[in-house]
């Protein structure tokens, strides 16, 4: 059973760069069958698909971030990252990885609550 | 504002039948993609519910099912345990935002 695992500074100033790694175990990022994706959810709020990454390296982003963001993968260490640039409280989310399958995700992480505060 | 419509809430007793909206547009449900359902415990990460035409993962009990017509789909929660007690958010694919949720609905076991 594939497993996933955010990690990552929890608490960032405005105007610093989110920076995030999930790292897969019980699978090969390698995979050729699954995206790699992050998602995030504002505090009491619906949740918001950030962007994928397949283990190739091509990417996409979701376009009302594509000008802040890169996603990264690494599969020598069996891991994928999330660079958000210039954070502002809006950011402030729980940021969760997932795997993607056809159109869904089936796998989640357990979340990575990140705050942006001054 | 998400792009798919959900019911903030909704509420049902045990052993009664609920069901859970997701409206959407032509250029996510409308245009024929599937509609996917995940459940939220509370504190926990989303669990996929409902994927491809009506499936579930293994685990998930057959209480589950989801629908879909023109531009909205549904949830159907039969037989309404304590255990349902959860946030529902449903999913699709869309033209020129790629992956959508919807806002999420609160499940209320009375």
């Known amino acids: 059973q594939v497993q996933l695992r955010e990690s990552g500074p929890g608490l960032l100033k405005p105007s610093q760069t989110l920076s995030l790694t999930c790292t897969v175990s019980?699978?090969?990022?390698?995979?050729?069958?699954?995206?790699w994706s992050w998602i995030r959810q504002h505090p009491g709020k619906g949740l918001e698909w950030i962007g994928y990454?397949?283990?190739?390296?091509?990417?996409y982003y979701n376009p009302s971030l594509e000008s802040r963001l890169t996603i990264s993968v690494d599969t020598s260490a069996n891991r994928f990252s999330l660079k958000l640039r210039s954070v502002t409280a809006a950011d402030t989310a729980v940021y969760y990885c997932?795997?993607?399958?056809?159109?869904?995700?089936?796998?989640w992480g357990q979340g990575a609550l990140v705050t942006v505060s001054s | 504002q998400s792009v798919l419509t959900q019911p903030p809430s909704v509420s049902g007793a045990p052993g009664q039948r609920v069901t859970i909206s997701c409206t959407g547009t032509?250029?996510?449900?409308?245009?024929?993609?599937?509609v996917y359902w995940y459940q939220q415990l509370p504190g926990k990460a989303p669990k996929l519910l409902i994927y491809?035409?009506?499936k579930r993962p293994s685990g998930v009990p057959d209480r589950f099912s989801g629908s879909k017509s023109g531009t909205s789909a549904s949830l159907a929660i039969t037989g309404l345990q304590a255990e349902d007690e959860a946030d529902y958010y449903c999913?699709?694919?869309?033209?020129?935002?790629?992956?959508?949720f919807g806002g999420g609905t609160k499940l209320t076991v009375l």
């Open positions: 491809g035409k009506n």
């Open positions: 019980g699978g090969s990022i390698s995979s050729g069958a699954y995206y």
């Open positions: 999913q699709s694919h869309d033209n020129t935002l790629s992956w959508v």
């Open positions: 032509s250029s996510n449900i409308g245009t024929g993609y599937d």
């Open positions: 997932a795997r993607r399958y056809d159109s869904w995700f089936d796998s």
């Open positions: 990454i397949y283990y190739s390296g091509s990417t």
